[in-house]
C-alpha cells in the first residue's frame, strides 16, 4: 500500500525541474507510505513519477519505486497488493522471467511484458491504482482496480496532465484550477459523496474503477477511460446465466470462495489483523482468518457511549467465541471534537458519510499494533445486507400504486411528527404488544417514508432513501446540470427487477466512491492497510449468478452469507436487528459538537464566495437544534464542505 503522484506535460523543463515538481507532489501524502520514496524522470517525455512506499511484501530495496522493468520498456509506479502474484510469478518463469526479489511490483512488470498491459492486468487479483510509461510507444497508462479500492485522481489543462493517489497531491502540482463543479457539488450534498467520474474540482476526474486511460499527448483533451472489466456487464451475465446447483451447493462454492479470498490476503512480511464490528460481514471475515492461522488473530472495535449505536458488545461476545486478541475503544462525541480538526485533511475531497469518524479512530487503534488489517466491507452490497432493499421490494411498488395525491398527504403528515415523538411512539408500542419487532431509529425510518413517498417513480424513491438532502439544488446559487448515475441505473430497464437495480447502483456509485474512499482515506491517514475479501471480483462475480432467495429469505438479507457464518460461528451471536456503522450525529451536532457547528453555519460563513443559498441550510440546523427534524447528515455534509473549503482555501 502506497501512494504516487507524476507529471506528464510538454512545458519543456529540464530533468531536475521535473524531479522537483515531481518530490512536491509526494510530499503531501507521505501518510500513505512513511518507509521510503522514489522519483524518475523522462526529459525528452516530459514524464516524472513520484512514490510514497508503505513496506508490506518484499521490505527490501528490492521493493522500490519506481520500478523499470526487465527490459527497460515500462516504468511504473503502483499502489497496491496483487494477491495471485506467486501464481503469476510461476507461470512467468516458466517463460524465462528471473526476478530479483519477491515483491507484486516486479511480477507486475513482467506481466506487462509478456502479455501487454490490457491483458496482464486482467490477470491480476487484487486492488491496485498504477500508472506506467510505454517507452516504447511512447504512453502514459492509467489504470484501477475492478471494485475502486484504491483511489487515482487526473487533472488536465492544456500541455499538462497530473495524476495522483489524493487531490492533495494534485493541488501540489506545477498547475491547478481550483474552480468547483456546482453539478458535483449539488450531487454530494444528496448522497455524502461525489459519484465517479466527476470530482469536487471541474478540470479534475476520478478515474472510474475497471478502466484504462492511456495518454499519448498531454496538449489534447483526456481521452475516454476504457473498461477492461465492467461491473454492469457482469451483473448482466449473471443475472443471465444463474447458478443451477442446489442451495447446499450454492454456499459450498461461496464458502470455497471467500475462504481462497481471505487466505490470500492473508500474505505480508509485516503483523496482520482486522478490523471487527459483530456484524455477519466483519465475522465471517474474521472466523475465515482465523481458522487459517495457530495465533489468535488481532481484532478491533469502535464502541459508543450510546446503546442504540454500539456494536462494541457484540463484537467481544464474536471475539470470545473465535479466541481473538480483541481491543475496544469508546468513541464519545467530545472524542469525535478532538478528532474533526484532521477530517478536512484526511479527506480533501468532501466526503460527509459521518462513520468516517469511527473509521478513522479504529484504524488508528488497529495501527498501534499492525500494519494490515481485514475488513468485511461489501457484504451488504453484494448479498442484499441493507434494509433498504427489503424495504424498497417490498414497500415502493406498492407505494408507487397509490395516487400522488394520497402520497403527499400521507408525507405531509408523516413529517409533521418529530422523530423524537416517532422513537417514543413506537418504544410503547413495543412495550405494550410485545410481538411487534423493535427496530433500530424507527422516528429515522418514519421520515425517511414521508420522503420518497413524495418521490414520482420507484427508482426516485430509491433515491429518496439514499438522499440526505431531497432537494439538494435548493442550497446552491447556481448548480447547474446535474448528471446522477443512480438515477440512470434505478430507472433503466435492466436489470429488469429493482432489486438487482438497487444492488447495482449501490456498487457503482456508493461503493467506491463513499465506503471505500472512506476506508482508503481513513486507513491511510495512519499509514493502515486495509484488505477487503468479501469485493474480490471473483466474489462478486459469483455474487451475480445467486438467486435473490440465496440473498434474501423471508426478513433476512445476505441469506447465502449467514449460512457460510453459521458454519464457524452460532446463530445467536449475530442474529440481531442491523444497525450499520453510524454514529449518533444529531445528538453530537446538538451537544459536544454545536458551538463548532454554529461556526460553519453563520449566514456571513454560508454566504462565503456566492456557493451557498444560506435560507435552507438555517432552517434545517434550527429544526435539529429543536429536535423537529433528523438532519444530522444534511448538515454534516453542509459542515464538512464548509471545514474543506477553510482548509483548502477554495
Known amino acids: 500500500m502506497c501512494g504516487f503522484a507524476g507529471i506528464l506535460t510538454t512545458a519543456g523543463l529540464r530533468s531536475d525541474e521535473l524531479a522537483d515538481r515531481a518530490r512536491r507532489m509526494i510530499a503531501p501524502i507521505v501518510h500513505r507510505g512513511p518507509d521510503d520514496s522514489g522519483v524518475c524522470v523522462d526529459e525528452q517525455a516530459g514524464l516524472a513519477f513520484g512514490f510514497r512506499r508503505l513496506a508490506i511484501v518484499d521490505l527490501s530495496a528490492n521493493g522500490h519505486q519506481p520500478m523499470w522493468s526487465p527490459s527497460r520498456r515500462f516504468v511504473m509506479v503502483f499502489n497496491g497488493q496483487v494477491y495471485n502474484f506467486k501464481e503469476l510469478r510461476r507461470e512467468l518463469e516458466q517463460y524465462g522471467y528471473r526476478f530479483r526479489g519477491h515483491s507484486d511490483t516486479e511480477v507486475i512488470l513482467a506481466a506487462f511484458e509478456r502479455w501487454g498491459i490490457h491483458e496482464g492486468v486482467r490477470r491480476f487479483v487484487g486492488m491496485f491504482a498504477i500508472a506506467v510509461w510505454d517507452a516504447h510507444r511512447r504512453e502514459l497508462s492509467l489504470f484501477r482496480d475492478r471494485i475502486g479500492k484504491k483511489p487515482l485522481y487526473v487533472y488536465s489543462e492544456p500541455g499538462l496532465i497530473t495524476f495522483g493517489s489524493e487531490l492533495k497531491a494534485l493541488l501540489a502540482g506545477p498547475s491547478f484550477d481550483r474552480s468547483i463543479d456546482r453539478a458535483a457539488l449539488a450531487s454530494y450534498f444528496r448522497y455524502l459523496y461525489v459519484p465517479a467520474p466527476k470530482s469536487i474540482f471541474q478540470r479534475a476526474i476520478k478515474l472510474p474503477p475497471g478502466h484504462i486511460l492511456t495518454v499519448s499527448d498531454p496538449k489534447l483533451a483526456l481521452p475516454p477511460p476504457q473498461p477492461y472489466w465492467s461491473l454492469r456487464e457482469v451483473a448482466l451475465t449473471g443475472l443471465a446465466k444463474p447458478f443451477t446447483g442446489s442451495d447446499a451447493e450454492a454456499i459450498d462454492e461461496l464458502d470455497a470462495l ?17 478490523l471487527l464490528s459483530g456484524g455477519i460481514d466483519s465475522s465471517a471475515v474474521v472466523a475465515l482468518m482465523q481458522e487459517m492461522t495457530t495465533q489468535p488473530v488481532k481484532t478491533y472495535t469502535i464502541g459508543f457511549a450510546e446503546e442504540e449505536f454500539d456494536e462494541a458488545r457484540h463484537a467481544a461476545r464474536v471475539a470470545r467465541h473465535l479466541g481473538t486478541d480483541h481491543t475496544e475503544l469508546l468513541l464519545t462525541g467530545e472524542g469525535a471534537h478532538a478528532v474533526i480538526p484532521r477530517l478536512p485533511e484526511i479527506f480533501d475531497e468532501p466526503l460527509a458519510d459521518p462513520s468516517q469518524l469511527p473509521t478513522f479512530l479504529v484504524s488508528q487503534l488497529a495501527r498501534q499494533h499492525v500494519t ?119 430507472d433503466g430497464g435492466q436489470p429488469a ?14 461503493l467506491p466512491d463513499d465506503l471505500l474512499a472512506k476506508v482508503d482515506r481513513a486507513s491511510m491517514a495512519v499509514s493502515l492497510e486495509v484488505r477487503t475479501p468479501l469485493l474480490d471480483h471473483r466474489v462478486v462475480e459469483f455474487s451475480w449468478r445467486l438467486a435473490h432467495s440465496l440473498k434474501v429469505r423471508g426478513s433476512l438479507g445476505k441469506w447465502a452469507l449467514r449460512q457460510v457464518l453459521y458454519r464457524r460461528l452460532p446463530r445467536h451471536l449475530v442474529e440481531r436487528p442491523k444497525m450499520g456503522f453510524s454514529v449518533p450525529i444529531d445528538r453530537w451536532l446538538r451537544g459536544p459538537l454545536r458551538k463548532w457547528a454554529e461556526s460553519l453555519l453563520s449566514h456571513d460563513e454560508l454566504g462565503r464566495n456566492g456557493l451557498l443559498e444560506p435560507a435552507p441550510i438555517i432552517g434545517a440546523w434550527r429544526e435539529l437544534r429543536e429536535g423537529r427534524r433528523p438532519a444530522g447528515s444534511a448538515l454534516w455534509a453542509v459542515i464538512m464542505f464548509q471545514a474543506w473549503r477553510a482548509r483548502w482555501g477554495i
Not at 471467500?258 to 482486522?274: E, K
Not at 427487477?497 to 456508493?510: G, I
Open 258 to 274: 471467500l475462504a481462497d479470498a481471505v487466505r490470500c490476503r492473508l500474505y505480508a512480511d509485516v503483523p496482520l489483523g482486522a
Open 372 to 490: 494490515v488489517a481485514l475488513s468485511g466491507d461489501g457484504g451488504d452490497e453484494l448479498f442484499a445486507g441493507y434494509n433498504r432493499y427489503l424495504y424498497g421490494t417490498r414497500v415502493l411498488s406498492g407505494v408507487n400504486r397509490l395516487p400522488r395525491g394520497v402520497r403527499r398527504l400521507v408525507a405531509a403528515g408523516i413529517g409533521s411528527v418529530p422523530q423524537p415523538t416517532w422513537d417514543r411512539l413506537h418504544r410503547m408500542t413495543t412495550a405494550l404488544l410485545p410481538g411487534v419487532a423493535n427496530q433500530h431509529l424507527p422516528g429515522e425510518r418514519m421520515h425517511k417514508l414521508g420522503n420518497l413517498m413524495r418521490a414520482a417513480s420507484v427508482g426516485d424513491m430509491y433515491r429518496a432513501l439514499l438522499s440526505a438532502w431531497q432537494q439538494p439544488d435548493s442550497l446552491l446559487v447556481d448548480r447547474g446540470a446535474i448528471e446522477d448515475p443512480n438515477r440512470r441505473i434505478l
Open 497 to 510: 427487477h429493482l432489486l438487482d437495480r438497487m444492488m447495482l447502483a449501490d456498487q457503482l456509485t456508493y
